[in-house]
T-cell receptor, first 114, second 115 residues
Framework: DAGVTQSPTHLIKTRGQHVTLRCSPI?????VSWYQQVLGQGPQFIFQ???????GRGNFPDRFSARQFPNYSSELNVNALLLGDSALYLC?????????????FGSGTRLTVV | SQKIEQNSEALNIQEGKTATLTCNYT??????LQWYRQDPGRGPVFLLL?????KEKRKERLKVTFDTTLKQSLFHITASQPADSATYLC??????????????FGTGTLLAVQP
C-alpha cells in the first residue's frame, strides 16, 4: 500500500505569492492533519480535517486555509507568503479523528520563500 | 504557559548502550503521549503511544514510561545501534474535552549512536 503522498516535494516561491500543497492519505484513512515544521523545531499543528469537515485549527493567520475532498485528499493553501512561511509542511493521516493511534506522516513539502 | 521540553543538546552514546531521552511538560493534562522518530528531510515515523493510565509500554528494544505526577515521559532504546541515530520527538494529546484533535510536539532530541 502507498503511504501518505505529498506534492510537490520542494517549492520555491516569492514573497506575496500564493501556494497550494497537496496530500493524499493512506487508502481508508478519513482524517488528514497539516503541520508546519521550521528548521530545528518540532512540527506545529495547522489544521485537521475528518470526513471533509474541519475538526481543529492551530494558531495560524487567516492566510492559511485548507480543505478536504470527497476522496479524502487535502489541500493546504497559503496566501501572501512571508519569508517566515519557509518550512517543511507535513501531512498526516489516520483512521479516526481522535489521536488514539499514531499518525502516518508523509515526507513533506519543503517550501522556501525568497 | 504550556510547554513541552526535550533534551536540547544532542545525545551521543556508544553502540550497545541504552539511550534514555526525556520529555517534560507543564500546564497540560494529556490523555496520551506519543513518540516519533524523524530522519533528516523525512516526516516523523510513529513509534509508541502511552496512555495516562499506563505506567510503561514496550515494543522490541523500545520502552516508554509516563509519570503524570512528575509530568514526564522517558524513552529508552536498549542495545542501541548506529541505525538508531535520528531525532526523536515526543508529542502529547491535550486532554479531551474540547474539539481539538491536535498533537503538541516537543523540539526533539538528536540521538547519535557511535559504532
Amino acid at each position: 500500500d502507498a503511504g501518505v503522498t505529498q506534492s510537490p516535494t520542494h517549492l520555491i516561491k516569492t514573497r506575496g505569492q500564493h501556494v497550494t500543497l497537496r496530500c493524499s492519505p493512506i487508502s481508508g484513512h478519513k482524517s488528514v492533519s497539516w503541520y508546519q515544521q521550521v528548521l530545528g523545531q518540532g512540527p506545529q499543528f495547522i489544521f485537521q480535517y475528518y470526513e471533509k469537515e474541519e475538526r481543529g485549527r492551530g494558531n495560524f493567520p487567516d492566510r492559511f486555509s485548507a480543505r478536504q475532498f470527497p476522496n479524502y485528499s487535502s489541500e493546504l493553501n497559503v496566501n501572501a507568503l512571508l519569508l517566515g512561511d519557509s518550512a517543511l509542511y507535513l501531512c498526516a493521516s489516520s483512521l479516526v479523528h481522535l489521536q488514539d493511534y499514531g499518525y502516518t506522516f508523509g515526507s513533506g513539502t519543503r517550501l522556501t520563500v525568497v | 504557559s504550556q510547554k513541552i521540553e526535550q533534551n536540547s543538546e544532542a545525545l551521543n552514546i556508544q553502540e550497545g548502550k541504552t539511550a534514555t531521552l526525556t520529555c517534560n511538560y507543564t500546564n497540560y493534562s494529556p490523555a496520551y503521549l506519543q513518540w516519533y522518530r524523524q530522519d533528516p528531510g523525512r516526516g516523523p515515523v510513529f513509534l509508541l503511544l502511552i496512555r495516562e493510565n499506563e505506567k510503561e509500554k514496550r515494543k522490541e528494544r523500545l520502552k516508554v514510561t509516563f509519570d503524570t505526577t512528575l509530568k514526564q515521559s522517558l524513552f529508552h532504546i536498549t542495545a542501541s545501534q548506529p541505525a538508531d541515530s535520528a531525532t526523536y520527538l515526543c508529542a502529547l494529546a491535550p486532554s479531551p474535552g474540547g474539539a481539538t484533535n491536535k498533537l503538541i510536539f516537543g523540539t526533539g532530541t538528536l540521538l547519535a549512536v557511535q559504532p
